[in-house]
């Protein structure tokens, strides 16, 4: 690998990273006072037509034609699909209830998580490090049962829908950009079914007597697929080792501004557990560092 183009990836990895972390958990706190459900579905909507457009300019049709006749890839992509709605909901209600830290706390544990769910359901091996990540995130978790006014549930469902997302989508081979488009076609009459019925309660924000709400819903897919090209294109360009480490970033951002500037309330049980898990973290990452040399 070209030194140039390692570079290239991790400019673009650290991109995505802190798009996520910082803009798209800013911009969303922000419309999120426009309702969880309408912004999810919007956000989910305006995706599927960017990722319509993208496939178009891509070229990548005939990605989406070969997945249309896979049967096995198109009842997994419709369980991804029905995950990938249940987790941005699950985030975005977080951010809207002032939830940022809970929410980072799942995305701290998810890439351990992975490890897990690899180890039970894909019969991966794990070595005794990781093994050992493992323990300290159940020992986290552990000790925020025995503290359940402190429990981050939001996190983990955040957590578990991802993880288990990702688990479905190691089991088959599709283009990332391809499967979220099929992924958001699934869900795209679901979400135009509940848009219906939040306008005939006449909740609805997106209208035209509030332009400034229709430009923010529509930049909520925009929000959600140029981070995503960016990490893309930062994996390709860098290696497994080197883009687990750099995605850290991501939920490092989301718990520095949830304490510092959105001023989360930060209860000294959820502090030792997190340190537990930044422990647990450091380990993973060390592991999966020296794998990757």
Known sequence: MKQSQFKKGIFYATAGSLWWGILGTVFFKHISSLGALEVTIHRLIWTCLILFISTLVFKKFYVFKKILKQKKN?????????????????????????????????YFIFPILNVFLGYIFLKEEINAQRKLAIFAVIISSLYLLFNLESFPWIGFLVAFFWGFYNLLRKK??????????????????????????????????????????ILL??????????????FIKGLEKTTMATSGLIFFVTPTSQFLLGFFYFNEPFTMNKLISFIIIWIAVFIYLKDLYEKNL
Not at 76 to 83: D, G, K
């Open 74 to 106: 198109l009842i997994i992509l419709f369980l991804t699909s029905i995950l990938i709605f249940l987790n941005w909901g699950t985030w975005i209600y977080a951010i809207s209830v002032n939830k940022i830290i809970d929410a980072s706390y799942g």
């Open 172 to 213: 088959i081979n599709v283009d990332t950009d391809v499967g979220l488009f099929i992924e958001s076609l699934y869900i795209l009459p679901i979400s135009l079914v509940i848009w219906y019925f939040i306008y005939k309660s006449g909740h609805n924000n997106f209208t035209i007597d509030e332009p400034i709400n």
């Open 217 to 230: 819903l529509f930049l909520g897919g925009v929000m959600t697929v140029i981070p995503l090209f960016l």
